[in-house]
C-alpha cells in the first residue's frame, strides 16, 4: 500500500513525464513542482525502485521514469499519444493533459450525474467553477462537458457536475453526407447563385470548374456581394478558395475537430483527386450525435 506522500510523488513523475516527450525526470523538478526537499524525494524514490514503480536513469541526462506498474498502482490507462483523451476549458483545448478515466457515480439523466476524471498531468490551471468538455474518448467516442465541483490535487481527479454526456457514433463522414450536392460553377454569377440558394434552401454552396472542387460560395459572400454593389461578378470573383476537403472515411469525432479548429460549417467530402462526393454540414453532425439536440462539443 502506497503511503499519501509516494503516491503524490509518483504522481508528479507520470505528469511531468508525460509532458516531456519520454525524457527522464530529475528528482530536483519533483521536489521544485511538490514544494519538497529533494532528499525526501531521493529517499522516496528508493522505494518506490524497490516496488518496481519507477526506473532510475543513469548519467548527466539522467533521472526518473515511472513503470506500467506505476500507471497501475494509480489506476491510469496507459495509452498512446494518438488515443488521448482530450480536455478543453472555455473551448481551448488545454496542453499537456489529458484523461486517464472517466467513472460516473450514477447515471440516472445526463444533466443528474457526476463523474470523477482522472487526469495525466497538472490541473492547476483548472479551478472550481470552470466549465469544460472531455473527449471524445477513443473507444466508444464518449464525450462530457459540465462545471469542475471539486478537485482532488492528490490523486489527480476533477469532479465534474455533468451537463451533457454524447457517444459520438463511430460513422464516417461518407455514412452521413448529402450526396444529391448542389453547386454552382465558377462562371455562376451573383444573381443566378441567389437564386439557387432560395430555390433549395440552403446556405452555401462549393463551386466546381471541369468538375474539380476549387471554392465555396455561402450566402455571406453572397449578402457581402450586394452590399458592396458587386453583384455584376461571378462566384468565382468572391468564393473562398480555401475550401476545407474531407475523404470520406474521415470519422464523425475527427469532422467535429476540424470544424471547430477551421471555425466552418460545412465540409467537402471528395475523393483524392478532388471530385465531389458529398457534403456534410453542421446540422447533419448535430443530428447524428443528438436527433436534433443540439451537441455543445460543436457549438463552443
Known amino acids: ?73 494509480l489506476n491510469i490507462t496507459v495509452s498512446d499519444q494518438d488515443s488521448k483523451v482530450p480536455i478543453y476549458k472555455n473551448g481551448e483545448r488545454m496542453e499537456d493533459i489529458s484523461v486517464a478515466r472517466i467513472e ?97 434552401e440552403i446556405d452555401g454552396a462549393p463551386v466546381m470548374e471541369k468538375g474539380k472542387v476549387v471554392g465555396v460560395f455561402t450566402v455571406t459572400d453572397l449578402v457581402k456581394a450586394i452590399a458592396e454593389d458587386k453583384d455584376e461578378l461571378t462566384v468565382a470573383d468572391l468564393m473562398s478558395p480555401n475550401v476545407v476537403i474531407v475523404n470520406e472515411d474521415l470519422k464523425i469525432a475527427n469532422a467535429i475537430e476540424v470544424m471547430l479548429k477551421k471555425s466552418i460549417s460545412r465540409l467537402i467530402v471528395a475523393d483524392n483527386d478532388q471530385n465531389l462526393l458529398g457534403i456534410v454540414t453542421r446540422t447533419d453532425l448535430i443530428n447524428i450525435i443528438t436527433n436534433l439536440e443540439q451537441f455543445p462539443i460543436i457549438t463552443n
Open 1 to 73: 500500500m502506497l503511503t499519501s506522500v509516494q503516491k503524490e510523488i509518483l504522481q508528479t513523475l507520470i505528469n511531468l513525464y508525460q509532458s516531456s516527450d519520454g525524457k527522464s525526470i530529475k528528482g530536483e523538478d519533483i521536489a521544485e513542482v511538490m514544494a519538497r526537499n529533494p532528499g525526501t524525494i531521493r529517499n522516496q524514490m528508493q522505494s518506490l525502485r524497490s516496488l518496481g514503480l519507477v526506473k532510475g536513469v543513469p548519467g548527466p541526462r539522467g533521472g526518473y521514469k515511472p513503470t506500467i506498474e506505476a500507471y497501475h498502482s
Open 104 to 200: 460516473f457515480t450514477s447515471v440516472p439523466q445526463p444533466t443528474e450525474c457526476e463523474a470523477a476524471i482522472k487526469v495525466l498531468g497538472s490541473i492547476k490551471d483548472l479551478n472550481l467553477g470552470d466549465i469544460v468538455r472531455i473527449g471524445p474518448t477513443p473507444v466508444n467516442n464518449l464525450g462530457v462537458m459540465g462545471e469542475i465541483v471539486g478537485r482532488d490535487d492528490l490523486d489527480n481527479i476533477l469532479l465534474v457536475d455533468t451537463t451533457t454526456i454524447r457517444s459520438i457514433p463511430k460513422k464516417t463522414v461518407g455514412d452521413i453526407a448529402s450526396k444529391d450536392v448542389i453547386s454552382l460553377s465558377v462562371d455562376c454569377t451573383i444573381k443566378n447563385a441567389a437564386k439557387k440558394f432560395a430555390e433549395n
